[in-house]
């Protein structure tokens, strides 16, 4: 009798499909705008979009170039012509009651992404195909006291160009699918064909299965977080189903951010039950030939390795400068003052608070982190300091205030970094203040040298160089024996 694996060691199985909006002025069938986000429901629509009877679609010439730069920048072949077909179910949101895809015959297949797996290795994932498609309109869900829930359609969104990239079930965990969605999303936007800012410019179907079970689809995942999420709770759902010994249905299921869990919807449809055929209104596409002129930019991989080579910075710095066009553009801007300092403090420590705070970098003027990073370098204030500035000049911007530079900010606050001698007597002080601490540290408590450092810290506000400060507390405690 064959050994049975136990569950936990069942492998798992992960493969994405990704729907990107491409930045393209108009719609993919029409010349509707597809700057929609800010405007009434219903107002980017015309006979096209909506489908009316008798509107024929005229191919967006913008959004076929895009789709052909991505295929390029993931190696994945072109083939000599491709098609557009008609996917047909009923949905509110796709008036027609059909959406222009590409089936059998997509417009670039085969290619490959290199992501670290979750060894930090490099681990090739191979692109099964990337597809041209109209984007649905949009459902919005309504609900008050006074009546039941009802539903409002949004058309706007009607044909905004999708390019769909469809990955091989090659990922094994839900932090390397993460990992792929950033590095995609990253690639995406060095190539200036996409906005992952934009609300709903990415959605995610996953597919997940464990060895030997039936495969589940979470669908449309809109954010980053959530795909990790949503693949980690149906890794532990399956596997619980598997220990009692019940049969994972093949289905779609749903992700509920806000709970963390997903729910199922429906059976999963077969590709038969969407009746594709040839879309009679769109001549097949024969673009093989323009990927030559197609020029790409520097991209991550290139410029991580630049930045290493022409910088003299670290492997993990590189990697976090390089995952994100804005941060590379901004550290380019700054790296010629100082580049590994500057390396540091942009990824170990500017990201961070810009995260917390919910900004984007490019709200920080680069003059002032390049003079931040010279006080630092001809060690004018401490780290303690720098972090406090940094962050003063952080919420300044989020109020919406132009912020001092930061030698004004040193200025005005006193906060230029002292001399040992300066600090005499807030060390004596704090020393004889605390002689618990003092006996802690006779007793081998290393806690009570940190306790004391901090102390002298919180007095200075942060200008005592923390450095020098554990020798000359330990001298002072050596004098005062």
């Not at 990955?167 to 690639?187: G, I, M, V, W, Y």
């Not at 700054?334 to 990824?347: C, D, G, H, M, R």
């Not at 004004?408 to 300066?422: F, H, P, Q, R, T």
């Not at 290393?446 to 810290?457: D, P, R, Y």
Request: proline share 5%; aromatic share 8%.
């Amino acid at each position: 009798m064959a050994e049975t694996k136990d569950v936990k060691d069942l492998k798992v199985i992960i493969g994405l499909e990704i729907h990107c909006q491409l930045n393209t002025k108009t719609k993919l069938f029409c010349s509707c705008s597809t700057d929609y986000r800010n405007d009434e429901p219903n107002t980017h629509v015309c006979p096209i979009c909506l489908g009316l009877p008798g509107a024929l679609p005229k191919l967006n010439k913008q959004a076929v170039y895009y789709a052909l730069k991505v295929a390029k920048a993931l190696n994945l072949e072109i083939p000599e012509y491709s098609e557009f077909s008609r996917k047909n179910y009923f949905y509110p949101d796709l008036p027609k009651g059909y959406q222009i895809s590409q089936y059998d015959k997509p417009i670039a297949e085969r290619g490959i992404m290199i992501i670290d797996d979750d060894e930090g290795h490099d681990k090739e994932i191979r692109i099964t195909r990337i597809h041209l498609e109209e984007d649905p309109g949009r459902l919005v869900h309504k609900t008050s006291r006074d009546r039941v829930g009802y539903s409002l359609v949004d058309y706007n969104r009607s044909s905004i160009p999708l390019i769909e990239i469809v990955t091989e079930p090659d990922l094994s965990s839900p932090k390397e699918a993460r990992r792929f969605l950033n590095k995609l999303r990253a690639t995406l936007e060095y190539l200036d064909v996409f906005d992952g800012e934009k609300e709903g410019a990415i959605r995610v179907d996953a597919n997940i299965s464990l060895e030997g079970h039936k495969r589940v689809e979470c669908k449309n995942i809109s954010s980053y977080k959530g795909v990790e999420k949503a693949l980690l709770f149906e890794i532990t759902r399956q596997r619980n189903l598997i220990r009692r010994g019940q049969e994972i249905a093949q289905e779609t299921r749903h992700f509920l951010e806000g709970r963390g869990i997903t729910t199922g919807s429906r059976s999963k449809e077969e590709e038969n039950d969407y009746r594709y055929f040839p879309e009679p209104d769109l001549k097949p596409l024969k673009v093989k030939d323009w990927v030559n002129d197609i020029e790409l930019p520097e991209l991550p991989d290139a410029k991580r390795e630049r930045f290493i080579e022409q910088y003299n910075i670290s492997l993990n710095h590189a990697k976090t400068l390089t995952g994100d066009i804005k941060v590379a553009d901004f550290y380019e801007l700054i790296a010629e003052n100082e580049p590994v300092l500057s390396a540091t403090w942009v990824a170990d420590t500017l990201l961070g608070e810009l995260y917390y705070r919910d900004m984007k970098i490019d709200s920080v003027p680069p003059e002032n982190f390049t003079e931040l990073v010279t006080l630092l370098k001809e060690k004018e204030i401490t780290d303690r300091v720098a972090v406090d500035i940094l962050r003063m000049t952080l919420d300044e911007i989020k109020e919406g205030k132009k912020p001092d530079l930061p030698s004004a900010i040193v200025k005005k606050l006193g906060l230029g970094k002292g001399s040992d001698n300066e600090f005499d007597e807030i060390i004596r002080n704090i020393i004889e203040n605390n002689p618990q601490a003092i006996e802690d540290f006779h007793s081998g408590k290393s806690n009570a040298l940190n306790f004391l450092v901090g102390q002298v810290m919180k007095e200075t506000r942060g200008r005592a160089d923390p450095k020098t400060l554990n020798n000359t507390i330990k001298e002072y405690i050596e004098k005062m024996e």
